[in-house]
């Protein structure tokens, strides 16, 4: 699913506009608003941190997740969508960045050249994958391996098409998960694409991206830059009104233009299930099977493959949602540590965090 497109729906249906007078509301609507927020407590059963995924690397300890504030505007074909991030969530985001505790996650223009045809430009969370960043958008709290080693945002230029339940998109933007190319340091640039079908009871998509994900050329010796293809697929399907599945498949290889020792590839399937006791009470269960036994710029994960399961309650309380949750995860390969602090080939935490939307 696309995350800037489930971004503008959580914006939309959690948001208030301001008040104007009747003069002023003709002659331009109102900016509407949103924002959602996030924080956890964590506590591994190895009494170490194990964490290998995005955004809960930490244990025993109350975390503060990340404040997100959003604001959009429209008039006649045009439009801006501001997304602000506050906090650690948002530091881990934009990596590449300093001084990132507060950041712009997305800051795009639309302009709407048709009903059918848009073309947006700015700094837009990828499209790749099914989990988003903002953590009141998931069932669960803690993240894939897919989401994780993933592409996070680009910046850039897209144009997207859409006729009746099918969707096309296609842009060039800077480096993934740079919003400057002087930043990277590279003049390089990522192509990415999609093709979606979007029904009454599911939806599936086709994604793609290609191009520099992590130059460093001149700043060590011997120079590195890296490129990334990564195909992927998302696909949903709702089951009944209590029961919804979700998928995720993905392949990235990995090549380096300097050192073809370096090029690896890594590839991860995972599978959503939620189930709905009722309207405040449901129950999502997340299983992956990460492979990296041929990655080489994973770190830890090199050489190795992962079995994760991940069960979380939601209770919802108006818009605040309750999220205790566990995870195992399994290993080929001893990359965990143990309560000795000795490698082990398996992971247990549990968790409860909390979401709130505005």
């Known amino acids: 699913m696309k995350k800037v497109f489930h971004i503008l729906a959580a914006m939309l249906t959690s948001s208030f506009a301001f008040a104007q007078d009747d003069t002023e509301a003709s002659v331009s609507p109102a900016t509407t608003w949103g924002g959602s927020a996030d924080a956890y407590y964590k506590y591994d059963f190895s009494k170490q941190m194990n964490g290998l995924t995005s955004f809960t690397n930490s244990q025993d300890s109350f975390e503060l997740g990340m404040a997100s504030?959003?604001?959009?505007?429209?008039?006649?074909?045009?439009?801006?969508?501001?997304?602000?991030?506050?906090?650690?969530?948002?530091?881990?985001?934009?990596?590449?960045e300093e001084n990132t505790k507060f950041i712009i996650k997305q800051l795009f223009f639309t302009y709407d050249v048709t009903d059918k045809f848009k073309v947006v430009a700015g700094s837009f969370g990828t499209h790749i994958g099914y989990e988003l960043l903002d953590a009141v958008s998931n069932k669960n709290y803690s993240m894939s391996y897919a989401f994780s080693y993933g592409p996070f945002f680009n910046t850039g230029?897209?144009?997207?098409?859409?006729?009746?339940?099918?969707?096309?998109?296609?842009?060039?933007t800077n480096p993934t998960d740079f919003k400057s190319a002087m930043d990277a340091g590279s003049t390089q640039k990522t192509y990415v694409g999609q093709l979606g079908?979007?029904?009454?009871?599911?939806?599936?998509?086709?994604?793609?991206?290609?191009g520099s994900t992590n130059p460093t050329p001149g700043t060590i010796i011997p120079p590195t830059d890296e490129n990334k293809t990564q195909i992927d697929f998302v696909a949903s399907k709702t089951i009944s009104d209590s029961f919804g599945l979700g998928f995720n498949a993905t392949y990235a290889k990995v090549t380096n233009d300097f050192n073809s020792d370096l090029d690896g590839e890594w590839f991860s399937l995972v599978g959503y299930a939620n189930y709905a006791f009722k309207e405040s009470?449901?129950?999502?269960?997340?299983?992956?099977?990460?492979?990296?036994?041929?990655?080489?710029?994973?770190?830890t994960l090199n050489g190795s493959s992962v079995f994760a399961n991940t069960l979380s309650l939601n209770y919802k309380v108006g818009?605040?949602?309750?999220?205790?949750?566990?995870?195992?995860?399994?290993?080929?390969?001893?990359?965990?540590?143990?309560?000795?602090?000795?490698?082990?080939?398996?992971?247990?935490?549990?968790?409860?965090?909390?979401?709130?939307?505005f």
């Open 69 to 96: 504030v959003q604001a959009g505007h429209k008039f006649g074909k045009a439009s801006v969508f501001v997304d602000l991030g506050f906090g650690t969530r948002a530091e881990e985001f934009s990596y590449n």
């Open 157 to 172: 230029v897209k144009a997207q098409y859409t006729a009746g339940k099918f969707t096309a998109m296609f842009g060039i």
């Open 197 to 210: 079908y979007v029904a009454e009871t599911g939806s599936a998509y086709l994604n793609f991206t290609s």
């Open 281 to 299: 009470l449901s129950l999502a269960y997340r299983v992956e099977y990460f492979d990296a036994k041929d990655a080489l710029n994973l770190g």
């Open 319 to 357: 818009k605040l949602t309750i999220i205790p949750e566990l995870r195992y995860d399994a290993a080929s390969e001893d990359i965990f540590l143990d309560k000795d602090a000795l490698p082990t080939g398996g992971s247990f935490f549990g968790l409860i965090a909390t979401t709130y939307s």
